[in-house]
């Protein structure tokens, strides 16, 4: 088969790869019909992520018809077109048992925090992702589901990750009819927080971010208010004195460790900006949250020291919530709300890359240029 394949900081190619095997009773082996680039594949594009390993496969959101599967699967076969979510999990543990699916206990070696995550390095349990054009798809029985037959598939394969992940964050906020809510990041997952917080009986949403052409479809999508923080002296003051220097009541930060800047800039989190390893984004939500108020964190954030403060939070009584999404614990609302068309996830698609030219796909993404806020990729299997 065609491939991605990671040879570096800023080296991807499309080579030849053996097309995975069924390796355990419950696997599956789907052909990719859709697949996207996430803001988060930045970090590994980067060099940002630890071990990342030359030969890999990036890809968490994707989508497929079912080529084989195993002795033991019984709710798929051959020929169904599925919709897979990001995390890898075994449905049986502890966490799982709790729908904490982004935490499953049995399925990452190598951390104690994160589950499995397709195409995201080794720290995240090493599995190949979805810019192919076949994926192994572990736990067959547990994590992949039937797309609707109302349902396309570019709304599909934004389910499988950002659409959910934003939805989480606002749902993390514990949203109150009437709350004002500011949102940091303007990306993908950021624009579905804001269009989300509408959804939870949100009174006023404030979409923050620097690029211009985000804030418009922050005006467009989610109907919300905008401010580029560029033209401020300090953006937590202009949050204070647009809420009556109370703060607001739900702050989303949706921007996390954006990997943009050098790896010193990573590690010491000195770049004042919005990107990798600096805690700027997480600490203007603080400040710019009220007292008592919720700072939901739904940014992806590496294992890297950053400077949080955590004693204004203490003192202020907020209450901080964040996590991996559990994306399949959100499908049935969301299914609900794009059958109902409160929500097309598709709207946020701006361009369309086929297998063979990704590697120019994810330098328009990261450099952010064209207008691009979310790329699919479309494989050309036969």
Known sequence: MRAMVYRGPYRIRVEEKDIPEIEHPNDAIVKVTQAAICGSDLHLYHGMMPDTRVGMTFGHEFVGIVEKVGPTVEHLKPG???MVPFNIFCGTCYFCARGLYSNCHNVNPNATAVGGIYGYSHTCGGYDGGQGEY??????????????????????????????????????????????????????????????????????????????????????FAQAETRNFTEYEDIVVE?????????????????????????????????????????????????????????SVIGAYGPLFSAVKFGDAMNKGLTLRMNQCPVKRQWPRLFEHVRNGYLKPSELVTHRIPLEHIAEGYHIFSAKLDGCIKPLVVPTAA
């Open 80 to 82: 169904d077109r599925v």
């Open 135 to 220: 994926v192994r798809v572990p736990f067959a029985d547990v994590g992949p589901t039937l797309i609707p037959d109302w349902m396309g598939e570019e709304d599909a394969v934004l389910l499988t990750d950002a659409c959910p992940t934003g939805y989480f964050g606002a749902q993390l906020g514990d949203i109150v009819e009437g709350d004002t809510v500011v949102v940091f990041g303007a990306g993908p997952v950021g624009l579905f927080a804001a269009k989300s917080s509408w959804l939870m009986g949100a009174g006023r949403v404030i979409v923050i971010d620097h690029l211009e052409y985000r804030l418009e479809k922050a005006r467009t």
């Open 239 to 295: 949050m204070k004195k647009t809420t009556d220097y109370l703060g607001a009541d739900v702050v989303i930060d949706a921007v996390g460790a954006e990997a943009d800047g050098n790896l010193i800039q990573h590690v010491t989190a000195a770049k004042l900006k919005l990107q990798g390893g600096s805690p700027v984004a997480l600490n203007w939500a603080i400040d710019s949250v009220r007292k008592g108020g919720t700072v």
